[in-house]
Each structure stands twice: as structure tokens, then as C-alpha cells.
């Protein structure tokens, strides 16, 4: 049975999505995304599973910015339903104050505007129920169902989400690579010159070679200002003769550029 590393405490929605990918699993909680990617990393879990992007709050940028220093390789995606439940010891009418994830608070956040409720951001949703266990009844958390039951605090109300239809999708990281499937998807990251044309010239390589992008992602260097990494998901295995001409193409574009990984695309 594998390991795979996650962040957060038990009962967080990381876990359940590792647990739905790989059916059979044990799972080790750690404090941060980076130490979940260094547990893979130095072996003490075969697997990572990082949350990357939420259907409702977009991107997850912590995530995004550690995909580009890890070694390790992207190979697996899943995308998990996103279930809320207002947890705690007292009433929804008592309660004015929620503690949880900020990714959480955002995503719940016509339900707090509503009642009127004081937000309290924590470094992962099932460990706001741990934390709330301990105070007044007018505290709550938005975590899982499974994390109510795992920490005994009972469920005042479910599904408390802006929209039903709430979905994160996770990225599997492992020292190894996936084999192409047929139908495959593959993640990079480059980085450009600062002259006309250059993001044009590699959207267009993806175009003109009939590569279908289903994602576009820029984010900060952190190094110079203003300059930016762009994170590209594509269909497509970085084997096939077509993909790989087409990197040969762009990396002629670019200052740097990174494959992330090709990995069977989820349905």
C-alpha cells in the first residue's frame, strides 16, 4: 500500500482526494505544502498530492510557486468535490466567529456575508475543527464532514459553499514518471524575454501544431519585478514526437523552461 504525504491534519479534503485517487493508501499529515513535497522528495512517502487550483477561488499560488523549485514529477491529477459543513458545539444563530482555511472562508464567503460572521484564517480546514473544539460555542469552523466525525464537533449546517458545484483539483507528485496513456496531459513552466511577440510566438506553436492548452497560469518571479513565470497545462504526453517538437520550438522562446510532468488527464 502506497504513502502519500498531504498538508493539513487528518480529515482535511487532501487526504480524502489521495484516498480517492489511489483507493488503497495511508497518508501522512504534515504542516505545509513544501514539507508534504519534501516528504516525496527524500522518501518518506512514495507520493505528494498538492491542491491546485479550486473551481471557485482559482489558482492556489503557494502551489503553483513551489511546482517550479521541486524535482520532483507531476503524475496524476484528480478533481474532488469540495463538500463544507459549518461545524461547532453551539447554534448557527450563536455563532459569530469562523475559523478556517482562507481558500475555505473565500469560498464560503456569501454564507459569512449573510449572518454576519467574523472570519478567523487557519493553516488547513480540519485543523480548524481542532481548534474550535476548545473555545465558546459562538466559534465554528468550515471543514468536512469527515473531519466533524474525526474530532467529535457536530455538523450545524452542510453544504454551506456559494455554489453546490465546488470542485479542487490536485496534482500527484512522485520521484517518478508516468508512461503515456493515450490519453495524457502534460504541465510546464517557462519564462520569456521582454520584447514584442514572445508569449504570441509560443501560443502560437501550440496552435499551429493543433495542441489543445487547457490552462494558462502567470505568476511573479519573485526575483525581478514585474517579471513572470507562465504555468502551461496541455493535452498531450511529452514522449509523442509531435509534443516534443513543439517544446524543442518554444524553449527557442524562452529564458527558462521547465516540464512539470505528462500524466494521464482525469476524467
Same mark, same amino acid.
Given at each position: 500500500?502506497?504513502?502519500?504525504?498531504?498538508?493539513?491534519?487528518?480529515?482535511?479534503?487532501?487526504?480524502?482526494?489521495?484516498?480517492?485517487?489511489? +483507493?488503497?493508501?495511508?497518508?501522512?499529515?504534515?504542516?505545509?505544502?513544501?514539507?508534504?513535497?519534501?516528504?516525496?522528495?527524500?522518501?518518506?512517502?512514495?507520493?505528494? $498530492?498538492?491542491?491546485?487550483?479550486?473551481?471557485?477561488?482559482?489558482?492556489?499560488?503557494? /502551489?503553483?510557486?513551489?511546482?517550479?523549485?521541486?524535482?520532483?514529477?507531476?503524475?496524476?491529477?484528480?478533481?474532488?468535490? $469540495?463538500?463544507?459543513?459549518?461545524?461547532?458545539?453551539?447554534?448557527? +444563530?450563536?455563532?459569530?466567529? $469562523?475559523?478556517?482555511?482562507?481558500?475555505?472562508?473565500?469560498?464560503?464567503?456569501?454564507?459569512?456575508?449573510q449572518h454576519n460572521m467574523k472570519t478567523i484564517p487557519t493553516y488547513d480546514t480540519a485543523g480548524s475543527v481542532k481548534i474550535v473544539?476548545?473555545?465558546?460555542?459562538?466559534?465554528? /469552523?468550515?471543514?468536512?464532514?469527515?473531519?466533524?466525525?474525526?474530532?467529535?464537533?457536530?455538523?450545524?449546517?452542510?453544504?454551506?459553499?456559494?455554489?453546490?458545484?465546488?470542485?479542487?483539483?490536485?496534482?500527484?507528485?512522485?520521484?517518478?514518471?508516468?508512461?503515456?496513456?493515450?490519453?495524457?496531459?502534460?504541465?510546464?513552466?517557462?519564462?520569456?524575454?521582454?520584447?514584442?511577440? /514572445?508569449?504570441?510566438?509560443?501560443?502560437?506553436?501550440?496552435?499551429?501544431?493543433?495542441?489543445?492548452?487547457?490552462?494558462?497560469?502567470?505568476?511573479?518571479?519573485?526575483?525581478?519585478?514585474?517579471?513572470?513565470?507562465?504555468?502551461?497545462?496541455?493535452?498531450?504526453?511529452?514522449?509523442?514526437?509531435?509534443?516534443?517538437?513543439?517544446?524543442?520550438?518554444?524553449?527557442?522562446?524562452?529564458?527558462?523552461?521547465?516540464?512539470?510532468?505528462?500524466?494521464?488527464?482525469?476524467?
Open positions: 500500500m502506497v504513502l502519500v504525504s498531504f498538508q493539513g491534519e487528518r480529515g482535511a479534503y487532501s487526504e480524502a482526494a489521495a484516498e480517492k485517487f489511489f +483507493e488503497k493508501c495511508t497518508t501522512l499529515p504534515l504542516g505545509t505544502f513544501a514539507d508534504a513535497l519534501d516528504a516525496a522528495a527524500d522518501g518518506r512517502a512514495e507520493y505528494a $498530492i498538492l491542491p491546485v487550483e479550486n473551481s471557485l477561488e482559482g489558482s492556489i499560488g503557494a /502551489s503553483y510557486d513551489l511546482l517550479h523549485h521541486t524535482m520532483l514529477r507531476v503524475t496524476g491529477e484528480i478533481y474532488h468535490r $469540495i463538500e463544507h459543513c459549518l461545524i461547532g458545539s453551539g447554534s448557527l +444563530e450563536n455563532t459569530d466567529t $469562523i475559523y478556517s482555511h482562507p481558500q475555505a472562508l473565500g469560498q464560503c464567503r456569501k454564507f459569512i456575508e473544539k476548545g473555545l465558546d460555542n459562538n466559534c465554528a /469552523s468550515i471543514a468536512s464532514q469527515k473531519a466533524s466525525a474525526i474530532y467529535g464537533v457536530p455538523i450545524i449546517t452542510r453544504n454551506i459553499a456559494d455554489n453546490p458545484n465546488n470542485h479542487t483539483r490536485f496534482l500527484i507528485l512522485a520521484q517518478s514518471e508516468s508512461s503515456s496513456t493515450g490519453s495524457d496531459k502534460t504541465s510546464i513552466i517557462f519564462s520569456i524575454r521582454h520584447e514584442p511577440g /514572445s508569449l504570441y510566438r509560443i501560443l502560437a506553436a501550440f496552435n499551429e501544431s493543433g495542441i489543445n492548452l487547457t490552462k494558462i497560469e502567470s505568476r511573479p518571479t519573485k526575483t525581478n519585478a514585474w517579471e513572470y513565470n507562465f504555468y502551461v497545462d496541455f493535452e498531450g504526453h511529452k514522449d509523442d514526437p509531435q509534443i516534443q517538437k513543439v517544446l524543442e520550438q518554444i524553449e527557442r522562446e524562452t529564458t527558462f523552461i521547465k516540464v512539470l510532468g505528462s500524466y494521464p488527464a482525469a476524467g
